[in-house]
T-cell receptor, first 110, second 114 residues
Framework: QKEVEQNSGPLSVPEGAIASLNCTYSDRGSQSFFWYRQYSGKSPELIMSIYSNGDKEDGRFTAQLNKASQYVSLLIRDSQPSDSATYLCAVNMRNTPLVFGKGTRLSVIA | KAGVTQTPRYLIKTRGQQVTLSCSPISGHRSVSWYQQTPGQGLQFLFEYFSETQRNKGNFPGRFSGRQFSNSRSEMNVSTLELGDSALYLC?????????????FGSGTRLTVV
């Protein structure tokens, strides 16, 4: 069973705080991991990719990967109300280019 | 650079009918995938096409089919529509392998079956 699991939320954080979004996956052979952001009524947009264990930073976003624990996370520093959206974790798996989690809804409170 | 274009944006169909959705990928992108998105199931993979060949297929019934043309444009067809087929259908393109490059999504086609 190919699975990507995320807490559905909502995750509420105050403006300026760090938002931490988590994702676990079932396939030990997975090699590539992506985070997408989806605003209500819009399509998903790619915000981060990570392929190696450790941290990858891009502006206010940091992706963290631990393949041994089959765990990937996304940190959003200095959260803004405009970050309020659903965040989707996507993982490559055998015979499926990308398997998506159901997403975590983030709400940043001003 | 134009994004991924999906047409139509909205469709209302009756049970038992069939429907064809269209997708034009970003210029130069050769991989096109289709996903179904519903509130309960999230994004579910339908199929992926590369160079006019189906490269991967998800776990959907045979009523769901697709194809890709030589210019990389893709269509998906759903025959004998059921109420449960009501969903947002998203097309996504990638330069070569989505596992390496990720996807760019189109705006989607919202299908309502009544």
């Amino acid at each position: 069973q190919k699975e990507v699991e995320q807490n559905s939320g909502p995750l509420s954080v105050p403006e300026g705080a760090i938002a931490s979004l988590n994702c676990t996956y079932s396939d030990r052979g997975s090699q590539s991991f992506f985070w997408y952001r989806q605003y209500s009524g819009k399509s998903p947009e790619l915000i981060m990719s990570i392929y190696s264990n450790g941290d990858k930073e891009d502006g206010r976003f940091t992706a963290q990967l631990n393949k041994a624990s089959q765990y990937v996370s996304l940190l959003i520093r200095d959260s803004q109300p405009s970050d309020s959206a659903t965040y989707l974790c996507a993982v490559n798996m055998r015979n499926t280019p990308l398997v998506f989690g159901k997403g975590t809804r983030l709400s940043v409170i001003a | 650079k134009a994004g991924v274009t999906q047409t139509p944006r909205y469709l209302i169909k009756t049970r038992g009918q069939q429907v064809t959705l269209s997708c034009s990928p970003i210029s130069g992108h050769r991989s096109v995938s289709w996903y179904q998105q519903t509130p309960g199931q999230g994004l579910q993979f339908l199929f992926e096409y590369f160079s006019e060949t189906q490269r991967n297929k998800g776990n959907f019934p045979g009523r769901f089919s697709g194809r890709q043309f030589s210019n990389s444009r893709s269509e998906m067809n759903v025959s004998t529509l059921e109420l449960g087929d009501s969903a947002l259908y998203l097309c996504a393109s990638s330069p070569f392998d989505p596992s390496n490059y990720g996807y760019t999504f189109g705006s989607g086609t919202r299908l309502t079956v009544v």
